[in-house]
Each structure stands twice: as C-alpha cells, then as structure tokens.
C-alpha cells in the first residue's frame, strides 16, 4: 500500500532559525511523483516542488531546498532563515499509481515561526 | 488571472438538508477533485473527474455526489446521508497526467447547525 508519513505534527521556531520538514513514504511503483505544498492560515494549498522518482538531485530555491534520498524513502524540506510568514501547515503528497492523478496526502507538518 | 473559485466560503447544514458546494476553474484543466480536510488530518479523496460527464468515487464517496457537466465546473454536494459533514472541503484540479501538480481552491468550511 502506497503511504506518506510526516512524523512531526507541529514544529515550532524562532525567526531566523533552520528548520527540517521530514517525510516519509512507501511505495512499489518503480516510477511516483513526489509533491509539497502549503497550506497558509487563508486555507488553500499552494504548490512548492514536485520531483520525481529518476531525479535524486537536491533542489534549492531561495530560502526552501529539498533533499530526497530513494534509498531511505525520504523526501524532507528544509528552510533555512525561518520568517513568520512561513507559518503554516506543510504536507508532503505522493502521486499514485494508475491512470488519473491521484494524491496521498501526509498528515501535515504545522510549522509556527515566532517573532 | 487563472485559478480555482470555490463557493460560498463558510456554509451551514441543517439536519436532513442537502448542500452544494460550488467550484468553478478557468485553467482550462482536465481534471478535477474534492478532498476533505479534518483537523490534524491530511486531504482525503472524495471524488474526482477526469473529463466532462465522467467521475468516479474516491475514498471517502459515501454521502457525497458531484456532477461534471462542463470542463469548468464540478459541484460537490452533501447529502444528508452523511452523518459527519462538518470539515473542510478542497476543490482541485489539473492538466491530467500524473506528473502534474494540482491546484487548488481557497476552500468552503461547512458546518452543522
């Protein structure tokens, strides 16, 4: 079964400070797509990155960088120089298998950044 | 500008009424989907189309309908055969193919009264 783990229900940081988003996923497909979004107080989900499963290179864009490790199953989100207006609720999807565009959505990771 | 338009923002349900929620898109999208959103909890499938006159159930369908009639519209409703309504409830969508990321609409929270 296809599956998507984000072990941290709330983090919580001082401006300025790094901080790691994990995520955890299962999967037999040999071929799955990998997605963060951001979920603002105002309630819509904004897409951040999609990577897929043949690309294992980090990716940095500005403050956000995404580390994904095939071997570990793992797909963590970092960002560095935390600003209040980072906080939000943060999920990690997996893109499943079969013919349409189905998503399986991790709990979400509460982030709260204080002044 | 091109987005997702989800209507009204906040709704209340009487007991044994019927409710529709409203999503209308301008992206010229193939696909698209309702999730529900409970606290703490990540999106849980209710339904999603793939293309006008067609949708099928996902995980979460029962007590729910939809309808596609045009490419731009895909309305959720509520029966009163669901028993827990009250949550927030996401509409999507995208080009089709799974490499797409979907995109997403600011939400209707929808309440018992």
């Known amino acids: 079964a296809q599956k998507v783990t984000q072990a941290q229900t709330e983090i919580s940081v001082v401006e300025k400070e790094d901080v790691t988003l994990d995520c955890v996923y299962e999967?037999?497909?040999?071929?799955?797509?990998l997605f963060w979004y951001k979920q603002p107080p105002s309630g819509e989900l904004v897409f951040l990155i999609r990577?897929?499963?043949?690309?294992?290179q980090n990716e940095i864009s500005g403050r956000y960088s995404w580390n994904f490790q095939k071997s570990t199953s793992s797909f963590n989100f970092t960002i560095t120089a935390s600003q209040v207006v980072d906080s939000a609720v943060y999920f990690c999807?997996?893109?499943?298998?079969?013919?349409?565009?189905?998503?399986?959505f991790g709990a979400g990771t509460r982030l709260a950044v204080h002044p | 500008d091109g987005g997702i338009t989800q209507s009204p923002k906040y709704l209340f349900r009487k007991e044994g009424q019927n409710v529709t929620l409203s999503c209308e898109q301008n992206?010229?999208?193939?696909?698209m989907y309702w999730y529900r959103q409970d606290p703490g909890q990540g999106l849980r499938l209710i339904y999603y189309?793939?293309?006008?006159?067609?949708?099928q159930k996902g995980d979460i369908a029962e007590g729910y309908s939809v309808s596609r009639e045009k490419k731009e519209s895909f309305p959720l409703t509520v029966t009163s055969a669901q028993k827990n309504p009250t949550a927030f409830y996401l509409c999507?969508?995208?080009?089709?193919?799974?490499?797409?990321?979907?995109?997403f609409g600011d939400g209707t929270r929808l309440s018992i009264l």
């Open positions: 999807a997996l893109s499943e298998t079969g013919g349409y565009n189905k998503l399986i």
């Open positions: 990577r897929n499963s043949f690309d294992e």
């Open positions: 999967t037999r497909d040999t071929t799955y797509y």
């Open positions: 999507a969508s995208s080009p089709g193919p799974r490499e797409q990321p979907q995109h």
């Open positions: 992206l010229n999208h193939d696909a």
């Open positions: 189309s793939q293309i006008v006159n067609d949708f």
